[in-house]
């Protein structure tokens, strides 16, 4: 008789997720259910004992947090393995969780067969924690970014564990109506402070502590896709754009900018896929890359507008792709053309090692290509969106099926477009040249909460010397701001102490002298009263 396979349950937010991850475990392991709540699963493991559960803190939960949830798991079941399959970043609860005793985590985006194979040496008494960009040791920082850092750990470890603290008190049958509502307040201001402390921490700090930290024993991944699965599953798409930049696709709904995104990475897969059938070298392509990245985008807007364009009678397909058509060349020179580091991708994208040879200088790890991907992906669907502006902004039921309710009217849409205007002006003639001179990349990238943005070290003399006009003008007053503050300083610092000098030597002594002798006449007319006083 054979043996039994390992079962478990799965719980995920994402259905669709759920389904694929159920038929990538069929055959070695056996899913006894799959549910999308905190609640279906404990009303599921009062009749159901699985050997593992495999879950995502981010699944909706009432009344608690889902890491809440999670720690209220371990203690309930400490029999029954847990494994974390998640796409958060959230490093600090992840360390929480790992150090209450949860057995194994892997981030969302992980090979079927690594997963599988890790499952396996999970059920068999191994604690895998896949590696995660950890912080880096104190030691390793200056000492006063590492006495800063230190505090902000101790201050959100204290305020995770007060929140900890109340999950445990609401989860009370006891507690009034009063009471209840008094502890959700303080949750709220826990939760609450702990975003402000998160906002408050130096960006340049930030940088200096993420860096690969796996702990001891942990288990050794095969590299991750590109891009990973927050686009199909953001744990925070109501705020996505968290740049404070004007993005295009800012205007449209959130499901919908989902869609568009995710179908961007479609498209770039589908076109990685068939480079590599077609065995192509890098030689093949072609020296002005942008064409290729605007068949990506061609294929892109036409099924997403070609979706969403009514009425269907006069929005046909072969008209909407005969105005991509026309169009494209222009996307392609004023936007495609310009994605940093374009044709390496498309190198990359062969399979070749041309794209990691050269200079170990400048070479650039996985994770800062996968950067580069997420940005040029970005502005693939931003060019989409910039093309629906520009044929489209008055086509009622394409504006209502896609943009936020509050952008439909024609006013809305003018003051979105004007600001984004604005901002393509200040970028060209001020962001792009400086960022040239000071030879980094500005990237938009996926992070667990949303769109965020940062930069990365390239070289970019070419471009410098390229630079005419305006632009080369920004990169001389930056020249001349660089070469001239430090002598203004210094004459600054000169004349401040000739100041205090003259002020406290000169003027000070001298009103001093004149204060003297204003009291001593003062004292002598006392003195001359006083002898002529009669006795």
Not at 131 to 148: E, F, I, K, N, S
Not at 372 to 389: D, E, P, R, S
Request: proline share 7%; aromatic share 10%; charged share 20%.
């Amino acid at each position: 008789m054979s043996e039994r396979p390992p079962n478990l349950i799965l719980a995920d937010a994402d259905a669709i997720f759920r389904l694929g991850l159920t038929t990538a475990l069929l055959g070695e392991f056996q899913v006894l259910a799959q549910v999308g709540s905190f609640q279906e699963l404990n009303a599921l493991l009062k009749t159901e004992t699985p050997d593992l559960i495999i879950l995502d803190p981010a699944v909706p939960s009432q009344g608690n947090s889902g890491w809440g949830e999670v720690r209220r798991l371990r203690r309930a079941y400490p029999r029954i393995k847990l494994c974390l399959l998640t796409a958060s970043l959230d490093y600090d609860r992840l360390a929480g969780l790992q150090s209450l005793g949860v057995e194994g985590y892997f981030p969302k985006g992980t090979a079927a067969g690594v997963l599988k194979d890790g499952l396996r040496r999970l059920l068999a008494g191994e604690i895998l924690w896949s590696p995660w960009p950890g912080l880096a040791q104190p030691a390793q920082l200056p000492p006063a970014q590492g006495w800063l850092w230190r505090g902000f750990q101790q201050g959100f470890r204290q305020i995770d564990g007060a929140l900890d603290a109340l999950e445990q008190t609401l989860t009370s049958p006891n507690l009034s109506d009063f009471d209840r509502l008094f502890w959700r307040g303080r949750r709220r201001e826990l939760q609450a402070a702990r975003w402000l402390a998160k906002r408050f921490v130096p960006s340049s700090l930030k940088s200096a502590c993420l860096k690969p930290l796996a702990p001891e024993g942990a288990l050794t991944l095969a590299p991750a896709p590109l891009l990973p699965q927050v686009i199909a599953n953001p744990p925070l798409i109501n705020d996505q754009n968290l740049t404070g930049i004007p993005l295009e696709l800012d205007l449209l709904q959130e499901d919908k900018r989902r869609e568009l995104l995710q179908l961007c990475w479609s498209q770039w897969e589908r076109f990685r896929v068939d480079l590599r059938r077609l065995q192509a070298t890098p030689e093949q392509l072609p020296t002005e890359t942008a064409t290729l990245w605007g068949e990506i985008w061609q294929s892109a807007a036409l099924g997403f507008l070609g979706k969403y364009g009514a009425p269907k009678e006069t929005f046909k397909l072969d008209e909407l792709q005969a105005l991509l058509t026309s169009y494209r060349p222009v996307l392609e020179k004023e936007s495609l053309a310009r994605i940093p580091q374009g044709r390496r991708l498309l190198e990359r994208a062969l399979g070749t090692d041309s794209a990691t040879t050269g200079n170990p200088g400048t070479e650039l790890d996985p994770d800062p290509w996968a950067l580069y991907l997420h940005h040029a992906l970005i502005q693939v669907a931003n060019g989409v969106m910039v093309f629906a502006l520009n044929y489209f902004p008055h086509q009622e039921a394409l504006n209502k099926s896609l943009y936020q309710g509050d952008k439909l009217s024609s006013r809305e849409i003018a003051k979105f477009r004007n600001n984004l205007t604005w901002h393509y002006q200040w970028r060209r003639y001020w962001l792009e040249p400086k960022n040239i001179f000071e030879s980094r990349h500005e990237l938009f990238y996926f992070s667990a909460r949303g769109i965020e943005m940062t930069a990365l070290y390239a070289p970019r003399q070419a471009e410098l010397a390229a630079l005419r006009g305006l632009p080369w003008l920004t990169t001389m007053t930056l020249e001349l701001r660089d070469a001239l503050s430090p002598r203004l300083r210094a004459l600054e610092v000169l004349i401040g102490k000739g100041l205090v000098f003259i002020l406290t030597q000169v003027v000070g002594r001298g009103l001093g002298l004149i204060a003297k002798g204003i009291f001593q006449g003062m004292g002598g007319a006392w003195q001359e009263g006083n002898s002529k006083r009669p006795f």
